[in-house]
């Protein structure tokens, strides 16, 4: 790792870490030494089951729901007191909704767009502020947050999801631009349709031939692989990668 903060073991917050990328991400976070903070919102079984199976020790489960602001502070500050600092934080958590505007009503819209906006963007968004003021402070640290190629390609029934991701990709941008003096960096990772419990119900359903048709590579990306990307702008990626958005999604959509 080009080294942004001193200390021998470094401190991972990852949120959504109870199963799928976030879980991929702690457990291999776990294997390059790190202590890891596993955050989920409901299912504290299987965070703390995430936990129990993590390489090295230190670990723990925090519970907070990441829509509400209260909440993510009172997170910040558990995990802060509970490891001292924290190095790295994997901004994963997320909703996806369909919400076809033709087929949705006005009420149900409405409640759509406030869940995602609220997971999806305001929760990282209110943890980079908690995160870019103690890493500044602290000397350097790193955010990596998961993205999606919806906020290239457009989600046109989900289109919630697209635009949160859209705004995650600015917000990382925009604090990458503010912080990159203080030596506190900020990626992205942009997969497209990743093979998790989320997924499972579409990549299974009556649309599962047709995303696989869009998947040169035959099948849709793993969990692991785009864990493997966060996990290398966590911890060896260079400073002046910082800003980037980096495309893990079996060239599935290209963009240039």
Known sequence: ??????????AALVTGASRGIGQAVAEQLGRRGCRVAVHYRNNRAAAEAVVSGLEGRGHQAFQADLGDPE???RLWGEVTAAFGRIDLLVNNAGVFEAHPLLETGYAEWQQVWRRTLDTNLLGPANLCHCAGQAMASAGGGR????SSRGAFRGEPKSPAYGASKAGLNA??????LALADRQVYFYAIAPGWVDTDMAAAHLKGPRGAEILAGHPLGRVTTPEEVAAAAVFCALDAPPAMTGCIIDVNGASYLRT
């Open 1 to 10: 790792m080009s080294q942004t903060v001193p200390g021998p073991r470094l």
């Open 71 to 73: 909440q993510v502070a």
């Open 143 to 146: 955010v990596v947050s998961i």
């Open 171 to 176: 917000l990382s941008q925009s604090l990458a």
